[in-house]
């Protein structure tokens, strides 16, 4: 089943605040993405990371490997309304590279 | 493009039918996975596939079936074992090591109701 605790469920926030989730694991996990998907469709890839500790951005988004490999979060600045949908966690766990295992999402609403 | 096609968007079974959930793929990856999502939760593995005539068994596979036998497509059969099966489906496909491959790509899912 899932291994990924994310956090948290949902968000209610104004626009132009910043927001941020986390994701948790128990496994050891070597790659980490960050997912968003908007309602009826399908997630799209937003950010990947690699190695322990790498920071990377994209524009108002940047998400961090947690140092332990366990764990990992998401920031989203300034955000605006088309920020609204629900966000995913998934990890690579190093003993099995076959498949990725999600979290359970944060929906984030934003408010004009 | 290159990407993941799911049809139908939209799928209505009536108790006791088997459906079948399209999922086909352009992009030469190896590994293709199908997952559902009920509302409000996350993604729960189904079944998925490392290479061409060869799949396992994901967390919830009971009352689903699958076959590989092309890289390009996966199929999901629905069975009417599947005692609740209206939910959003979505399929992804991905390929280990290569450069530039981040993660899965997915479609754009199949919702399916029972009437």
């Known amino acids: 089943g899932q291994q990924l605790n994310q956090s948290p469920q949902s968000m209610f926030i104004q626009e132009g605040e910043d927001v941020s989730m986390n994701c948790t694991s128990s496994s050891i996990f070597n790659t980490w993405l960050w997912y968003k998907q908007e309602p009826g469709e399908g997630p799209v890839l937003l950010i990947a990371l690699y190695k322990a500790g790498e920071l990377t951005s994209n524009g108002r988004l940047t998400a961090q490997f947690g140092i332990t490999r366990k764990d990992s979060f998401l920031n989203i600045s300034a955000s605006i309304p088309s920020d609204v949908g629900i966000y995913f966690c998934?990890?690579?766990?190093?003993?099995?590279?076959?498949?990725?295992?999600f979290g359970s999402g944060t929906k984030l609403n934003v408010k004009p | 493009d290159g990407g993941i096609t799911q049809s139908p968007k939209y799928l209505f079974r009536k108790e006791g039918q088997n459906v079948t959930l399209s999922c086909e793929q352009n992009?030469?990856?190896?590994?293709m996975y199908w997952y559902r999502q009920d509302p409000g939760q996350g993604l729960r593995l189904i079944y998925y596939s490392q290479i061409v005539n060869d799949f396992q068994k994901g967390d919830i596979a009971e009352g689903y079936s699958v076959s590989r036998e092309k890289k390009e497509s996966f199929p999901l059969t629905v069975t009417s074992a599947q005692k609740n099966p209206t939910a959003f489906y979505l399929c992804a496909s991905w390929s280990a090591g290569r450069t530039g491959d981040y993660g899965y790509t997915f479609g754009s899912g199949t919702r399916l109701t029972v009437v």
């Open positions: 998934a990890g690579q766990r190093i003993d099995n590279f076959n498949k990725f295992y």
């Open positions: 992009l030469n990856h190896d590994a």
